[in-house]
């Protein structure tokens, strides 16, 4: 049991080393995350000049709504970018039989290593723009640790559903084998069901309720209403069930899909 | 499309490289051009030759662009006017800028795959190719998949057309054509602008990403929303405002927030001119300071 942990736990830390190593590529995604929060924030600040407390949110919180996205976008992976390509490719090409060897759980490599990379990109591309954003904007950021540590909590959340949503993605690369069809919609669906072209709480009737319940939310806008003291008490231990109910009922769709999926394992050649 | 089908090679015509000598500019432009088109149409068959996947693609390209204005939508749902336009305005200026964007992106799209050629050394492969090196990365991976933003810019422009209530002169229908191709011509020289730091920073594609999707994303909303400095910025030192801004609102009848004379409004030709002068230079500097990663 221990050194399984000490296995994932070594996985994990390669994960965020690999990510570490491509410093240039990381200042270039900060810039891009930059210049989209600049101009996401002027048109929010238009759109809440025109309504004011749109969505429950004041002007100063719907600034900072936009560079806590632009912070948890390469986090959460919303437009893919983690683990999947790679897992794609090794079922597309057969090197997944010996993966399935291998004395590790499939998931739980592939978790740990995605773990590793959320944890690099929070630091390497999450707090650049964060800051940028308050020296240029008025932020409603949160004074107190207790705060941020909730936003936190709510984050290793958001990264386990995502990861969980990525892992159905990549598995169905088993019935597909070219994944690319299915990569492009799961991220049509999360840039738009995360909350990160517009807060889902702005979405107007049943769209925005359609919204709220599906698994995206558990994303960017969970972690952003924690981070915005818009859940508080019980209200944050509600977010916390719902993120906690998708990443385990996703989790463990992706184990059946995974034990579906690797009966049909044809390892062509010889 | 269909110059791409035009023009078959005619048997006597040379073929040969012309290396050994500086050959004449206009020569040089009919040889990228003609092996631009070439290599695009090889790039068009082979994705023919998965028919479902294409019309997969196609089809995401086209919803994803789509998304982008269903958010516009939203927004108008909850309100009447941004920054002072109405919903017909700003998708005036979605539409223009979506399909001018869209055709530099069709033509040009490529060229962030520049910075991965450079690292794995493949970019080699196109020295030593008969055919110029920009005509031949432009080419790579031609994907006809991003016709899907331009019928989806063009849609928008169709609707906005139709709710905007616009005085036509014949200067404002000659503009719109006009605004079209020098828009393109601007994002394209972007593109290879973009394409010609990463001979500097192979890693830095991303950072091509913030002026050329970030450059449309900023032109969809009315430059009434955006702080004085920024539209200073893009008029004068990165003149993405010519791709619609300045022109589309002299033809919507609107004042421009910077207080420029409306004759303003046609230089875009010129600007796009420009432009891809400089981006050129840049492109040969590029190149030249090109060492291979050897091996």
Known sequence: MVRAWRLYAAVAAGGFRRYATYRVA?????????????????????LWDERPGLGGYDQAQAVTYVWVGQGLLSVVAVMGGGFEDELIERIRTGDIAIDLYRPADLQAWWLAADAGRAAFQLLGRGVVPMVFGGLVFQLALPGDAGTWLAFL???????????????????????????????????????FFSGMTLPLNVFPGALGELARVLPWSALVQAPADVLLGERTGLALLRTYAFQAAWAVGLLAVGRLVQSAATRRVVVQGG | ?????????EPGEPREPRAGFEPVAGSRLVDGLRAYRLIAWMWIRSTMAYRASFAMTLFGN?????????????MFSRVDQLG???????AFLYGLSSAAFGLADL????????????????????LVRPAPVLAQVAADRFALRRLGRITQGLLVLGYALVVVDIEWTPAKVLLMPVMM?????????????GGAFQFVAQDASQVQNSFTYGGTTLLQYPPTVFAKDLVRGVTFVLPLAFVNWLPALY??????????????????????????GLSGLAWRAGLRSYRSTGS
Not at chain 1, 178 to 186: H, I, K, M, R, S
Not at chain 2, 84 to 90: P, Q
Not at chain 2, 181 to 193: L, T
Request: hydrophobic content about 60%.
């Open chain 2, 181 to 193: 191709v020098s828009g393109a011509a601007i994002f394209a020289s972007v593109f290879v602008a």
């Open chain 2, 107 to 126: 033509t040009l799209g490529s060229m962030d795959r520049l910075g991965q050629r450079v690292r794995d050394g493949t970019l080699d492969t196109l």
């Open chain 2, 84 to 90: 002072g336009y109405s919903l017909g305005e700003v």
């Open chain 1, 26 to 46: 990381t200042a270039a995604g900060v810039f891009t995350n930059t210049v989209f929060g600049l101009i996401l924030a002027y048109t929010y600040i238009a």
């Open chain 1, 153 to 191: 909590v709510a984050v290793v959340l958001g990264v386990l559903v995502s990861f969980a949503i990525r892992y159905l993605v990549a598995l169905a690369a088993f019935w597909f084998m070219d994944g690319a069809g299915v990569q492009q919609l799961a991220v049509l669906a999360g840039l």
């Open chain 2, 251 to 276: 033809v919507l009848g609107l004042p421009y927030p910077l207080d420029l004379p409306r004759w303003t409004a046609f230089v875009s030709p010129l600007v796009a001119v420009v432009c891809c």
């Open chain 2, 62 to 74: 086209f919803a994803g662009t789509v998304l982008d204005f269903v958010a516009i939508l939203l």
């Open chain 2, 1 to 9: 499309m269909a110059d791409l089908r035009e023009k078959p090679r």
